[in-house]
């Protein structure tokens, strides 16, 4: 079987695919939490946080299906163009993947620093961040619009303008839904897996640190499925003890944000003295130096339905990139 052909199947099992991999984390935490949650495992909020998390992600969905690509799916294709069709000329089907997943990964470190930095952007991707209790699902816990303006930027950027071949979008997509979904899952892996893992991926510890409360924590570890974007750029940011708080300062304790509507709600309301709900004064990210150091890429859900059917039919979206945390 070749690349591309893999990335075919791939992408016509995106739904069973995601769904395994969400219940591989869901039993891991639920089995094995890193910390019990203050109602125990089956509370009455975790089964309001559950169904929100999913209704957004459904939301994102369907409304990434809804958008018209007619202008831009003349540039998209199977075929390498441009950089990738040189990389394939000098190195084949494997150079075109090693640099695809590069490109993707890179595009979804630099979302969402943007996300981070700016306003109206923030208000959308705070959602996410307004998780007080991360889990499994807090990975597809992204306001709809985020979700889909994310989706589809990468696709124009990458596969319409750069011409990364369509096929290479579910192979990173499987690796960073895998490594996204355990990120947010209140587990934890043992001291020397997070330690090795992390040199490459964004680990469970890596990216609690991205979810904390606290001030010096707030702009650090970006990464979406690697971690050497953070380690390049200098936002790497590890600690010796455990966060003790997670979510966004300004907006803790508001019972307004987890309502049934309060996501959907959430980046159109004002936030009076919450502000931008951020710590008042962020230090600049710590370097690389100290022992310091993530829908998808955004493609997740960003399957164009343009995909010519393969040995399954056209299936779902994939699951796959544009994540942010
Ligand atoms: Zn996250
Ligand atoms: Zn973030």
Known sequence: MTLPEFGR???GHAWTLLILLFLAAAAWEILRPRQERPEGRWGG??????ATSLALFAGGVALLG?????PLEPWLGFEARGPFALAERWGGHALVLLAG?????LYGYLS???QHAVGPLWRLHAVHHADEE???LTALRHHPLIHALDALVALALLAGLLGLPLWVLPIHALLWRAVNLLAHANVALPDRAERWLGLVLVTPRMHRVHHSAEAADFETNFGAALSVWDRLFGTLRERASD???FGVPGLRGDPRWSAPLGPWLLPFRP???AGDGRPAAVPPAPRAAAPNPVSPPPLAGAGPSRWPAGPSGDGPPDQAPPRRM
Do not use: C, E, I, K
């Open 9 to 11: 199947l791939l992408h």
């Open 45 to 50: 909020r975790l089964a309001l946080h559950w």
């Open 66 to 70: 809804l958008l018209p690509l007619g």
């Open 101 to 105: 997943v590069l490109a993707l990964d």
């Open 112 to 114: 969402h620093r943007a």
């Open 134 to 136: 991360p889990n499994a």
């Open 243 to 245: 966060v003790g708080a």
């Open 271 to 273: 936030w009076g003295s």
